[in-house]
């Protein structure tokens, strides 16, 4: 409600929107591991929070600035962080479902390059959105002055592609073998 910024709101909150549909399409024919649809849950909290407040300005990552000695308001690193967990893991448990790759090792490496590709993806997304938009892009964007904002949103995504995959697949496989 009265989100900051509807266009920022809007263009957040559409890839949580996309993904719930997508995910009731698929809940009977493809249902995922109750690890699985949490952490999507939690990635579209993530997503709705910053789209209603703006990256840059989320409360709570305001009052940490000066605990940690922020410069700037690391609430985007969270959802970036978050955009190499979620997909990791879903292409993991994909892969392991329909069987399309053998060994862990492959499964890991195919798990982050298609966590790094989505967070390539997303940093031309919110370029295309800057260059057809102009000023009103800027809370989307959520740079903050930072001139490496880019490359450390997608090292925040491959950090979490890489910390789900340490933490999280072993959980994650024996839910998948009560499927």
């Excluded at 410069?71 to 690193?77: A, G, P, Q, V, Y």
């Excluded at 053998?102 to 390539?120: E, P, V, Y």
Aim: aromatic share 14%; charged share 15%.
């Amino acid at each position: 409600m009265h989100p900051k910024d509807m266009f920022t709101w809007f263009l957040e909150v559409v890839p949580a929107l996309l993904g719930a549909i997508a995910l009731l399409w698929t809940r009977t024919s493809f249902p995922l591991t109750p690890l699985l649809y949490t952490v999507i849950l939690a990635h579209c909290l993530i997503l709705m929070v910053g789209g209603h407040y703006t990256y840059a300005e989320v409360p709570l990552f305001d009052a940490l600035k000066p605990i940690f000695g922020w410069e700037r308001n690391n609430f985007d690193k969270l959802g970036h962080f978050f955009q190499g967990v979620t997909p990791a893991l879903l292409t993991r448990e994909i892969l392991l479902r329909k069987q399309i790759v053998n060994g862990k090792g492959w499964i890991n490496l195919f798990a982050i390059s298609i966590s790094l590709a989505f967070s390539a993806f997303y940093e031309l997304i919110e370029w295309w959105v800057a260059a057809a938009t102009g000023d009103s892009a800027e809370a989307f964007l959520g740079t903050q002055g930072y001139v490496w904002d880019t490359q450390s949103d997608m090292m925040f995504a491959l950090l979490g592609a890489i910390v789900a995959l340490i933490s999280l697949s072993r959980w994650q496989d024996r839910q998948l073998q009560n499927k």
